[in-house]
């Protein structure tokens, strides 16, 4: 990992939002190269999409919320406080809430609002099981040379855990599966809360996400496989321990 000025954080941000797979055919369209603000506005520059813009913004800025774990699992989210914080109506704002829970990033309960879901530990092996054969799948599928994404461009951060999420993002991005895709993205940000306290139990967190992305080089993909098993099978022996970490302690929402 190296340290350099803040980037748009490229992958992070087109698999996030609800264009997702337009993006990425663009994205691919223009060789790898991360997506300037130029051409991202002309990816969105529709009509539709301009009318999307308010649900969209919602959308993205609550997953990024929960992928950058500011939402806990337990937390109730209140559309007034997003909207509020975000200077939007409420109304899209409960339009991306609905968006959620129907994907299961988050949970509605009738007459009482969305809540992240609570995990327990089975909860939490599976999505990691999930996570290994989405991203083992995305491996195994046919290459080009015009999807390999510049990954040395973007991995810039020196926090560990989001290099190896971006990393992962991209892998599944590689893929050119929009299943691939969209399915890795909803169980990495169910997952968020977990990664950001695997800290807490893994002291070499920064070691091995410099062996990760040696990864990146698409000279060396063959060896990707072994590494993304080896990764999610050290996580699987403290799914218990996770558990603990994530548990709400107390009520708590936004």
Do not use: N
């Not at 992962?168 to 950001?196: K, M, Q």
């Not at 000279?219 to 050290?234: G, V």
Request: hydrophobic content about 40%; proline content about 5%.
């Amino acid at each position: 990992m190296r340290r350099s000025g803040r980037r748009p954080d490229v992958l992070a941000e087109f698999c996030l939002e609800t264009t997702v797979c337009d993006e990425y055919i663009a994205l691919a369209s223009l060789g790898g190269r991360a997506l300037t603000g130029r051409s991202r506005r002309r990816v969105r520059s529709s009509p539709m999409a301009e009318r999307r813009e308010p649900f969209r913004q919602a959308l993205v800025d609550l997953r990024r919320r929960l992928r950058e774990g500011d939402l806990a699992p337990g937390t109730r989210i209140t559309a007034k406080e997003i909207a509020e914080a975000l200077r939007l109506s409420p109304t899209p704002v409960r339009e991306a809430l609905s968006r959620l829970a129907g994907e299961g990033v988050l949970e509605e309960r009738r007459g009482d609002g969305f809540f992240v879901p609570e995990l327990s530990a089975a909860d939490i092996a599976a999505l990691y099981r999930l996570s290994e054969q989405l991203l083992l799948m995305s491996q195994g599928a046919t290459r080009s040379s015009h999807r390999d994404l510049r990954l040395s461009e973007l991995m810039t951060d020196d926090d560990p855990i989001r290099c190896v999420e971006r990393l992962f993002l991209a892998w599944a991005v590689e893929s050119g599966s929009r299943v691939t895709i969209e399915a890795y993205r909803t169980v990495a940000v169910r997952l968020a809360p977990v990664r950001r306290r695997e800290v807490d139990l893994i002291d070499d967190l920064a070691q091995e996400a410099e062996g990760l992305l040696r990864l990146a080089d698409p000279a060396r993909h063959r060896a990707r496989p072994t590494a993304i098993q080896a990764f999610h099978r050290r996580r699987a022996a403290l799914v218990e321990r996770l558990a603990d970490l994530v548990r709400p302690t107390r009520a708590s929402g936004i």
